[in-house]
């Protein structure tokens, strides 16, 4: 009997002390010593998801980067700082006067319908005494930019008071509360402003017209001469659409517009698709010295958001839509989440990082040990 004993002990001993070896030893090559222990190997995947690459840094002070179609936000920086918009505004402009003038409707231009534009404004050419079709002034907005163009069809909708109230409705409506509006040019004024957040907003709203879609994609056209007949060549201002000052054109883009003036810096509004995807990007005041900054920096979140939109797990939607009840807008904002560092795990506590292996081999250790104890508390003495 004496003899049985002794050799369960032995037996118990070598099998516990096998097993806390064990534990030690798969603790020691997970941990490692700092000085032999060698960096894990980066994983291209979480589980089934792909890693999604970080943000890339840009020096705009405010930007974001959207799916347009589904209209998640993907990332952003500051997307509800209130800046001056410069002639991205056109596009809030466009989105409340489209709809109400009939492209084919011609109008004989007057010097009224121009006074109020401002001085240094970009101007496309419009003429007193010269007849222009609506289309054609739209095309002068999206295009040339021109404040000319804005404010002869803003007098055809009732004149700029009218027509910046209505563009002001038109933002409380679609939610866009970031946005006050002085001017529908968006040429410098005192209290006006938007945010990125807000001309993502707008922008998304517009490229669901057609006719909006249509001027926002156009490169080049024809617009009427002074007194016509005859008419010249326009080219839209937006280096990323058609290839211009040493821009090259980005693949797929389909607008939307640019603007400038020396209080707002450089403003741009882009959307691209590529294959079944449209990628929207914001960008407001490069403070890279580039005169090109903005389409450089543009094309860099464009190329991130083509490469991550189907890997980002990002919910938080472009979502400024009214109060139903009342049809004031929300006053709080929607939430913008930051640009991702870093891809979130399935599980917050997977054993398949090495950390969690480690946890796991120590409170194996920990168990054998304790096992080990007792038995040898509780065996008989011999």
Request: glycine share 8%; charged share 15%.
């Amino acid at each position: 009997m004496l003899e049985m004993r002794v050799l369960y002990r032995y037996l118990t001993r070598r099998h516990l002390a096998g097993a806390c070896t064990t534990a030690a030893v798969a603790v020691s090559s997970l941990l490692g010593s700092p000085a032999s222990a060698a960096p894990p190997a980066p994983k291209p995947s979480v589980g089934s998801r792909q890693v999604v690459p970080p943000a890339p840094h840009v020096s705009a002070l405010s930007w974001i980067v959207t799916d347009a179609d589904d209209g998640r936000i993907l990332a952003a920086k500051d997307a509800h700082r209130r800046l001056p918009p410069a002639s991205t505004l056109k596009t809030l402009f466009a989105l409340t006067v489209l709809p109400k003038l009939p492209a084919t409707t011609v109008h004989r231009a007057a010097s009224s319908d121009v006074a109020q534009v401002a001085a240094g404004s970009s101007l496309v050419g419009v003429h007193d005494g010269t007849r222009y079709t609506v289309a054609d002034l739209w095309r002068g907005v999206f295009l040339a930019s021109g404040n000319d163009a804005v404010h002869t069809l803003a007098r055809m909708n009732g004149g700029l008071a009218r027509t910046v109230n209505d563009i002001q409705d038109t933002a409380r409506r679609l939610g866009a509360r970031d946005t006050e509006v002085r001017s529908p040019d968006g040429f410098d004024a005192p209290g006006q402003y938007s945010s990125a957040y807000d001309l993502a907003l707008i922008a998304r709203a517009g490229m669901k017209i057609p006719d909006f879609r249509r001027y926002m994609g156009t490169k080049t056209a024809q617009f009427p001469a002074a007194g016509g007949p005859q008419s010249f060549g326009i080219q839209n201002t937006n280096r990323l659409l058609v290839g211009s000052h040493d821009v090259t054109p980005y693949p797929g883009l389909i607008g939307v517009k640019n603007g400038y003036t020396s209080h707002a810096g450089n403003t741009l509004v882009a959307a691209a698709r590529h294959g079944t995807r449209t990628i929207l990007v914001t960008l407001m005041n490069p403070q890279a010295g580039s005169a090109n900054a903005v389409y450089d920096e543009a094309r860099t979140l464009l190329d991130w958001g083509f490469t991550s939109a189907a890997q980002t797990r990002q919910t938080a939607l472009l979502n400024g839509a009214p109060n139903k009840s009342t049809g004031a807008a929300k006053p709080s904002r929607p939430p913008v989440p930051a640009a991702p560092a870093r891809a979130a795990q399935d599980e917050e506590h997977s054993y398949d990082h090495p950390a969690g292996l480690a946890l796991l081999a120590l409170a194996v250790l920990g168990l054998a040990l304790v096992l080990w104890r007792g038995r040898r508390t509780r065996s008989p003495r011999i």
